[in-house]
């Protein structure tokens, strides 16, 4: 058994995830650059996938710097990234690798704070491809090679307007019901059947640029750092918690 407690206070031994290969998106900055940062250090070899070249080129420097496992760049943009972009980001981690240990959906957009009523169409269609879509079609072409691993992670992020509906969060609230959703009918799907498990972590309130953008007046300074929250991330991507499955869990203990 496990509690929220022992998640985010989780003591990873030395080299957790030694010889562990882990793919995050959205790993240029923010909670994906400190999870890469953190699985390497861990012993993982970590493949930084993201929109923008230049932030994953930095934080492979970084990585490297430290004398870490060298890491992979992957480039993509989930907003226009087609099913063949999924199935050669399939085909280059099995020729590289083998199998794939681990998965962290963490890029994804915010879109409008505004009334469903008002809410653009076309933002609408972005933010669902983007938090949503794109993650299940990169899920359904690297499930082959999660199935290779011993003992696979994926992990979906959610977020607690993605628990209980608030107004003017939009289609970025809608996607993340939808993220929840999946996990609980993709982990039913899988449950006992292989060594792939799927959950879902809420980082919780985060120093972030997008919490920033939601939150334009909160002082930043009264929020966990997302290196505060990596103890639940490692947890969940290494092997101590191959025995959760279909979870919605917390990065964080929730204030009452």
Known sequence: MYSVKDIVNYLPTKNHLKERVILITGAGDGIGKSVALACAKAGATVILAGRTPAKLDAVYTLIMAEGLPEPRI????????????????????????GRLDGLLHNAGILG???????????????????????????????????????????????????????????????????????????????????????NAINPGATRTNMRAQAFPAENPYDL?????????????LGPDSKHINGQSLDAQIRKP
């Not at 966990?224 to 969940?236: C, G, K, S």
Request: proline content about 2%; charged content about 15%; overall charge negative.
């Open 224 to 236: 966990a750092t997302a290196e505060d929250i990596m103890p639940a991330y490692l947890y969940l």
């Open 112 to 198: 409008q704070r505004t009334p469903l009523s008002n809410y653009s169409a076309e933002l609408w269609n972005k933010v669902m491809q983007v938090n949503l879509t794109a993650q299940f079609q990169m899920t359904q072409c690297l499930m082959a090679v999660l199935e290779k691993s011993a003992d696979a992670s994926v992990l979906f992020t959610t977020s607690g307007v993605g628990r209980v509906g608030r107004a003017f969060w939009g289609a970025y609230a809608v996607s993340k019901f939808a993220i929840e959703g999946m996990v609980q009918t993709w982990a039913s799907e899988i449950e006992d059947l292989g060594s792939v498990r799927i």
């Open 74 to 97: 992957f480039a993509i943009d989930l907003e226009g990234a087609t099913h063949d972009d999924y199935v050669n980001l399939a085909a280059t981690i099995d020729q590289q690798f």
